[in-house]
C-alpha cells in the first residue's frame, strides 16, 4: 500500500457519536486525500490536502472534518455519525512530480457501520 | 462534471480467454487515466496509469489505450486467469493535484 495506514480496520458506531479514522504515510508525500466506496458506487472524494495546513472539500464533504498539522498524517473526523455514514473508508497518497504521471496510492481501508 | 462509465457491471469468462474492460469518461480533459484492481475486502492496487498524451500503457499481461477524443479507455488481459478474478476500477485525474473521478467497476469472475 505504499506506505499508507488505515486504523481502524473496523468500527461499528451509534448514530450521534463522534470518532476519527486516522491514516498515516511515512513518504513525505504532498497530496492526501480521503474516499469513501459503497456498493454499486465508485469511490467519491470527502476531503483532501495539498500540503500541511491546506485541505478542500470533494464531492462529499458533509458530515466530515478534516485537518493536516503534519506531512504523515490526515486524519477524518465525523462530528456526529449517521447511518449514511456506513461505508468503506479508504485514504490516498500521491507521488511528487507532474500531475501527469502521477499514480496514486490507496490504504487498505476502514470499514465502518453507523446504526 | 466529469462522469466516468464502466460496462458491463459484471463479466465472466473462461481461463485462458482475453479479458476486454472498457472505460468511459465525459470529459476529455483529463490529465491521466488510473487502472485499479480490487479484491474483496481489500484496498485498490494500481494496476496502470495512462498519460493523457498517451495512447496506451503495457505492463506484462496488461495493456491498456487512451482515446480522449472518444472519452474511452479500455483494459485488455491476455490469457486470463482464476487469480485475475476481482473488481476493475478505472478513474480520471479531473485537475493538477489529482482529484480522482471514479467509475463504479467491473467484476470480474475467470473461471477455470
Known amino acids: 500500500n505504499a506506505g499508507v495506514t488505515q486504523t481502524p480496520k473496523f468500527q461499528v458506531l451509534k448514530t450521534g457519536q463522534s470518532m476519527t479514522l486516522q491514516c498515516a504515510q511515512d513518504?513525505?508525500?504532498?497530496?492526501m486525500s480521503w474516499y469513501r466506496q459503497d456498493p454499486g458506487m465508485g469511490l467519491r472524494l470527502i476531503h483532501y490536502?495539498?500540503?500541511?495546513?491546506?485541505?478542500d472539500q470533494g464531492e462529499v464533504p458533509n458530515g466530515y472534518n478534516v485537518s493536516r498539522s503534519t506531512t504523515e498524517d490526515f486524519p477524518l473526523r465525523l462530528l456526529s455519525a449517521a447511518p449514511s455514514q456506513t461505508s468503506v473508508y479508504f485514504c490516498?497518497?500521491?507521488?511528487?512530480?507532474?500531475?501527469?504521471?502521477?499514480?496514486?496510492?490507496f490504504g487498505p481501508g476502514t470499514r465502518l457501520t453507523v446504526l | 462534471k466529469q462522469e466516468v462509465t464502466q460496462i458491463p457491471a459484471a463479466l465472466s469468462v473462461p481461463e485462458g480467454e482475453n479479458l476486454v474492460l472498457n472505460c468511459s469518461f465525459t470529459?476529455?480533459?483529463?490529465?491521466?487515466l488510473q487502472w485499479f484492481r480490487q479484491d474483496p475486502g481489500k484496498g485498490l492496487t494500481s494496476l496502470l496509469l495512462?498519460?493523457?498524451?498517451?495512447r496506451e500503457q503495457t505492463s506484462g499481461r496488461l495493456n491498456a489505450s487512451l482515446d480522449k477524443s472518444s472519452g474511452r479507455s479500455t483494459l485488455y488481459i491476455a490469457a486470463s486467469q482464476p487469480g485475475d478474478s476481482a473488481t476493475y476500477l478505472c478513474?480520471?485525474?479531473?485537475?493538477?493535484?489529482?482529484?480522482?473521478?471514479f467509475g463504479a467497476g467491473t467484476q470480474v469472475v475467470v473461471t477455470p
Open positions: 513518504m513525505n508525500h504532498e497530496y
Open positions: 478513474a480520471a485525474s479531473t485537475d493538477s493535484w489529482g482529484k480522482l473521478q
Open positions: 495512462i498519460q493523457s498524451s498517451q
Open positions: 470529459d476529455s480533459a483529463i490529465y491521466n
Open positions: 490536502s495539498v500540503g500541511a495546513g491546506i485541505t
Open positions: 490516498a497518497i500521491r507521488l511528487h512530480g507532474l500531475a501527469e504521471t502521477n499514480e496514486q496510492f
